[in-house]
């Protein structure tokens, strides 16, 4: 799967996501995903990935094996 498609897939979930996406095994199924939305502000991390998970709940039954998520809202800074 690419990571536009990825990225779309998030952004019609969650339009004013900034989606970093880098491809851990280049396999294009093992992702790692830095998301930054205001949709996260106020939600508690696994609220957080419920919403990215709904988002791509079609693609994580296949083509997507694996995803690491690192979900902030603006202003917050990573701990990775």
């Known amino acids: 799967m690419s990571p536009a498609d990825i990225e779309a897939r998030i952004r019609a979930a969650l339009?004013?996501?900034?989606?970093?996406?880098?491809?851990?095994t280049g396999t294009a199924d093992h992702w790692q995903a830095r998301i930054v939305s205001a949709a996260f502000a106020g939600r508690s991390p696994i609220e957080r990935h419920r919403m990215v998970n709904r988002a791509l709940a079609a693609e994580l039954t296949g083509p997507i094996h694996a995803l690491t998520m690192d979900l902030l809202a603006p202003g917050e800074s990573s701990s990775t």
């Open 15 to 24: 339009p004013d996501a900034v989606v970093e996406l880098k491809d851990l």
